[in-house]
């Protein structure tokens, strides 16, 4: 019987948690974050219903209890001569695979494209269409699976456009900041910049990283019940916290943003929370996205479209 894809199923995301999660306590401290990615990661495409999970480490050269521990956990050690970048592990009887560990560098090249890749597809409907059509394609013209390798020159093209990213793991508040403000170095009044993570993960203290570079001498603190502060240095900047805006309607947006423009204006703006806002913002030049690593370190991605903006910052 020839092989077919699957219709998007909501639950692909709900599996991938529950994945992650013994992952997770397979590898210990070795995780620096865990993400899912390939197909059954974007949203409304059919695929082949394996999950794909990228889990940046932060070595490759994997202790054997740790490897014993994932086999524990169902997931064996499968060798590919064509990608010595990453330990693969797969979970499952056979192609289709229930799951797929591609364990690789945090931070490297193999991770960063793993998530420019996902992302695009995740924010481009219509390329996320093209990529479901060519997978179909594949699988129409063969008795089988389609290889990855197939799809190669789809995926050139899409990295090729794709925003440029750059990662660092800190392991204090002190050392979230110093990123922090060696970015700020380089922003000017207009630029925007995103601020996302979960809670606790550090965005006010990257902010007020990036506040004391542009020279504000008063104290920084979460906006979440003004929404906004704006305060006087070598150049004003601007810090919203768009939590409580969450789930507003596109009418109600704007009219809260009478309210929050003048933020933008002849400042550099640090928005928290960025979700809340999604299509009401202005273009960011920078996001930064803050992530749990264990303990006190921080998992800290920055994407931009120039990539000499993020030069020398991990």
């Known amino acids: 019987m020839r092989p077919r894809l699957a219709e998007y199923d909501p639950a692909w995301s709900e599996r991938f948690e529950a994945e992650a999660e013994s992952l997770r306590r397979a590898l210990g401290s070795l995780v620096v974050q865990i993400e899912h990615v390939g197909s059954t990661s974007i949203p409304g495409i059919a695929a082949k219903p394996t999950i794909d999970i990228a889990v940046g480490v932060t070595t490759l050269d994997l202790p054997p209890d740790a490897e014993a521990r994932l086999e524990e956990v169902g997931y064996a050690f499968a060798w590919d001569e064509l990608r010595t970048w990453e330990k693969r592990f797969r979970r499952g009887v056979g192609v289709p695979w229930e799951a797929i560990a591609h364990v690789v560098e945090w931070g490297g090249a193999n991770w960063n494209d793993f998530l420019r890749y996902r992302d695009a597809l995740r924010a481009d409907r219509e390329l996320a269409r093209e ?121 109600q947006w704007m009219t809260q943003w009478g309210d929050l423009e003048p933020y933008f204006e002849s400042a550099v703006v640090f928005v928290e929370w960025p979700e809340a806002g999604t299509g009401a913002l202005p273009e960011a030049r920078v996001a930064i996205r803050l992530a749990h690593a264990g303990g006190d370190r921080r998992a800290v991605e920055l994407t931009a479209a120039e990539g000499a903006l993020l030069e020398g910052l991990a």
């Open 131 to 251: 990529y479901e059509q060519l997978k179909r394609a594949m699988l129409d013209a063969s008795e089988g699976w389609y290889s990855g390798v197939d799809k190669g020159p789809l995926v050139a093209r899409v990295l090729a456009a794709a925003p440029v990213r750059a990662y660092v793991v800190t392991h204090s508040a002190d050392e979230t900041e110093e990123v922090a403000a060696r970015l700020a170095a380089r922003l000017e009044p207009g630029d925007v910049v995103t601020v996302s993570g979960e809670l606790g993960s550090g965005k006010t203290t990257f902010v007020r990283g990036a506040c004391r570079a542009l020279g504000v001498d008063t104290p920084v603190t979460s906006p979440t019940f003004t929404i906004g502060h704006r305060y006087r240095g070598s150049v004003d900047v601007s810090h919203l916290d768009l939590f409580r805006l969450s789930g507003l309607s596109p009418a």
